[in-house]
């Protein structure tokens, strides 16, 4: 088995996207043996913004970089990824990562009866940190856009570990960090 695991905050050791999503990699390799882990950095390796001599493929090295991104995304069972918010939404790295994984005929295609994801199969799990309280205050642009995201893209098993309010003080960022540590599912081992 496969996991892909994505970071995307700028915030380094301080960032606590980052410490669920390691949290989250975690339990699975403890649980899943011979899982195999690929590593993606948006922080420390942005993949540049998409733009039109992107899109033509005329930088040859960053044609191929995208490529190697996709594919890591194909190959993967499972993917993990760091998605804090930033105004309201994701981080660009994030937005230029999928980006390279919104390619018509890889991870959907038109039909005559409208778009259909090609990508299904896969468990996204979402490590999603908030500094306020967004889930329900309709300024919430960040989970919303990546489960249809990754719907478009035919995947259906989308888990979200959430941890809000982290900014509002730091007993409840303690209490935000320490809910979501407990709301991460351990997957079952799959019989030898």
């Not at 899982?35 to 390796?45: E, H």
């Not at 856009?145 to 309010?165: K, M, N, P, S």
């Not at 960022?173 to 030898?192: C, D, F, N, Q, W």
Request: hydrophobic residues 45%; charged residues 20%; without cysteine.
């Amino acid at each position: 088995m496969k996991l892909l695991h994505v970071d995307s905050s700028i915030l380094g050791q301080q960032s606590a996207s980052r410490e669920l999503s390691a949290a989250i990699v975690t339990r699975w390799k403890d649980a899943v043996p011979g899982l195999q882990v690929t590593y993606r950095d948006l922080d420390a390796a942005p993949l540049p913004h998409v733009s039109g001599r992107s899109l033509a493929g005329a930088d040859a090295p960053q044609a191929a970089e995208a490529g190697r991104a996709l594919q890591e995304f194909l190959d993967a069972d499972v993917v993990v990824i760091g998605a804090p918010m930033y105004n309201f939404g994701i981080p660009s790295t994030l937005k230029a990562w999928i980006d390279r994984l919104a390619v018509a005929g890889k991870t959907f295609h038109y039909t005559p009866n409208g778009p259909e994801g090609l990508a299904g199969g896969k468990k996204i799990i979402l490590a999603s940190t908030r500094g306020g309280f967004h889930q329900h205050s309709g300024a919430d642009f960040q989970e919303p856009y990546l489960r249809y995201l990754f719907g478009f893209f035919g995947i259906t098993d989308i888990e979200i570990v959430r941890a809000e309010g982290l900014a509002v003080s730091p007993e409840q960022r303690t209490e935000g960090m320490t809910a979501a540590h407990r709301s991460i599912v351990v997957p079952l081992a799959k019989a030898a």
